[in-house]
């Protein structure tokens, strides 16, 4: 199957982001249409991964059901035929969105991202590495990479256009979108990702870390965007776990392993453009994103059965 690299359909582009092209439908409903666009380093590859974007759009369909009644959300449909119902001049244009278009309510979006930390890994294990500490303040003395935190961290982070995203405090948050939300932010998302521990755990798989998007509709905070995906979350194999070393996970590894292997050959320098991806680190890294979607829903992500 060949990947969808960018979408061209009769609506007003609002954005394009490194997965995503985001359409105004009109002054309510937004269409988001996850690509098979693939980043890694912050640099957006040439080449495309086959099922990621019905990954994307599927996995956090599905989650959202899962929350259904306990966390409010931007979800209308991710099913073609009735996107196209609403909007007929999408009709010429359903096999592109078939899997991977979702119809969502727009919202005011906070300009934070809410990050929960269940094990300390990536950014974080590299600040407590250096200095002890996770956005400045203090951890625990004597944590060892990929340990998990009891109880979980909430640290949001800016959302920045360009680069890395800044681990930030709370009373940083605080101070951005008021006292009040940033209670109900950090009381969601550990709500969400309780629920979706309790979900994936037995499932085999450990969800490390995760963040989530929240804005406001019609007064109410409601969760934006993808939920619990490979892209938005850190996943591991439980069978694997061990501290002290970082982990197997569920995602684009196999992409970052092949990057860093160039890197350090001195064949790429980590800017743009990227080293052509060899298709064997293009499939596994199309396997790994449908293993997860497989080990989390029970069911094989079959496009043909998606409307």
């Given at each position: 199957?060949?990947?969808?690299?960018?979408?061209?359909?009769?609506?007003?582009?609002?954005?394009?982001?490194?997965?995503?092209?985001?359409?105004?439908?009109?002054?309510?409903?937004?269409?988001?249409?996850?690509?098979?666009?693939?980043?890694?380093?912050?640099?957006?590859?040439?080449e495309t991964v086959p099922y990621k974007g019905a990954v994307l759009t599927q996995l956090t369909a599905w989650w959202l059901a899962q929350?259904?009644?306990?966390?409010?959300?931007?979800?209308?449909s991710v099913n073609a035929d009735d996107i196209v119902r609403d909007v007929?001049?999408?009709?010429?244009?359903?096999?592109?969105?078939?899997g991977r278009a979702m119809l969502a309510w727009r919202a005011e979006v906070f300009p934070v991202?809410?990050?929960?930390?269940?094990?300390?890994?990536g950014s974080a294990w590299k600040e407590y590495r250096a200095d002890g500490t996770l956005a400045g303040e203090p951890l625990r003395p004597g944590l060892r990479e990929s340990e998990r935190l009891e109880p979980p961290i909430f640290s949001p982070a800016t959302k920045a256009a360009s680069g890395h995203d800044e681990n930030i405090t709370?009373?940083?948050?605080?101070?951005?979108?008021?006292?009040?939300?940033?209670?109900?932010?950090?009381?969601?998302?550990?709500?969400?990702?309780?629920?979706?521990?309790?979900?994936?755990?037995p499932r085999g798989i450990i969800i490390a870390d995760t963040k989530f998007e929240f804005g406001v509709r019609d007064?109410?905070?409601?969760?934006?965007?993808?939920?619990?995906?490979p892209d938005s979350s850190r996943f591991w194999p439980a069978d694997d776990y061990a501290p002290g070393r970082s982990q197997p996970s569920f995602d684009k590894q196999?992409?970052?392993?092949?990057?860093d292997a160039e890197r350090l050959a001195g064949?790429?320098?980590g800017d743009y453009p990227p080293p052509t991806l060899p298709d064997a680190v293009v499939n596994a890294t199309s396997i790994r994103y449908r293993d997860a979607f497989r080990r989390i829903t029970g069911s094989d992500l079959d496009m043909a059965d998606l409307t």
């Open positions: 199957m060949t990947g969808v690299a960018t979408t061209s359909l009769p609506l007003t582009v609002l954005r394009r982001g490194k997965v995503r092209d985001v359409y105004e439908v009109d002054a309510d409903r937004l269409l988001i249409v996850a690509t098979d666009r693939v980043s890694a380093f912050d640099v957006v590859m040439r929350l259904e009644g306990e966390v409010p959300h931007h979800m209308i007929p001049a999408l009709d010429v244009h359903r096999e592109v969105l078939r991202e809410c990050v929960i930390r269940g094990y300390i890994a709370v009373e940083h948050m605080a101070r951005v979108v008021g006292a009040d939300a940033a209670r109900e932010l950090e009381h969601l998302t550990r709500a969400v990702y309780a629920h979706g521990r309790m979900i994936a755990e007064g109410r905070i409601i969760i934006v965007d993808e939920v619990l995906t196999p992409l970052r392993d092949y990057l064949r790429w320098s």
